[in-house]
């Protein structure tokens, strides 16, 4: 079957640096993406990786391994608006999109 | 990124009546259009496929008879919610693909509340 994991929640401190880790188990590969949504909203596009590599935006980044079936969003210098749901989200052979459950990240001060 | 709609952002309706839920992409075209729901604290969920000119495919457990898809245009899918019962309740969700990797881009989300 397919999978997608990812921690269910973590912590940080204001200012730090966080890495959020997903791993996959899909049927082919046609890109990774991350997507952060706040509570109640819908959720917003972050990044697209689809070789591996590190693609760099601003604070935010994202790392690809396709070999390893892994990649991770790494955020820094974080704010409190920061605290969000962070999902990983992985295009299999078919071009559909399987998502992770999300990893909650709370910010605190 | 691409610029997606949806109308209205938030309904109250009786247990029973209809409701239809608009997405809209406003500056691009779609062919295909994803509609998700998402309950309180929980991941979303794929309901359906909505593509133009043809029949939305389902995902499994989701009623097509409830669940109305219609895909009118390159730029708008609708959501009709049937009958709908508080069950129902949820927030309703849509995505079109756009540019790199088909990278979905969301509308701003409805929340269905059913007495």
């Known amino acids: 079957g397919q999978n997608i994991d990812q921690p269910t929640e973590m912590t940080a401190t204001e200012g730090a640096i966080v890495q959020i880790n997903c791993t996959y188990q899909t049927s082919g590969f046609n890109g990774l993406f991350w997507y952060q949504q706040h509570a109640g909203e819908a959720p917003t596009f972050l990044s697209y990786n689809v070789l591996d590599g590190l693609e760099e935006k601003g604070r935010f980044s994202s790392f690809l391994s396709r070999s390893k079936g892994y990649s991770y969003l790494l955020l820094k210098e974080l704010q409190m608006k920061d605290s969000a749901s962070y999902l990983c989200?992985?295009?299999?052979?078919?071009?559909?999109?399987?998502w992770g459950a999300g990893t909650k990240l709370i910010i605190k001060p | 990124g691409a610029v997606v709609s949806q109308h209205p952002s938030r309904v109250i309706c009786k247990s029973g009546t209809s409701v239809k839920i608009e997405c809209r992409s406003l500056d691009f075209q779609a062919t295909t259009m994803f509609w998700y729901r998402q309950f309180p604290k929980q991941s979303l969920m794929l309901m359906a496929t909505?593509?133009?000119?043809?029949?939305?495919?389902?995902e499994q457990g989701v009623e097509k008879d409830k669940f109305l898809i219609n895909h009118a245009s390159l730029t708008l899918s609708t959501l009709t919610v049937t009958s709908a019962h508080p069950e129902d309740s949820s927030f309703y969700i849509c995505?079109?693909?756009?540019?790199?990797?088909?990278?979905?881009?969301f509308g701003p989300g409805t929340r269905l509340l059913v007495l």
């Open positions: 995505s079109a693909p756009q540019g790199a990797g088909e990278t979905q881009y």
């Open positions: 909505s593509n133009e000119g043809s029949k939305a495919t389902y």
């Open positions: 989200a992985v295009m299999d052979s078919n071009y559909q999109l399987i």
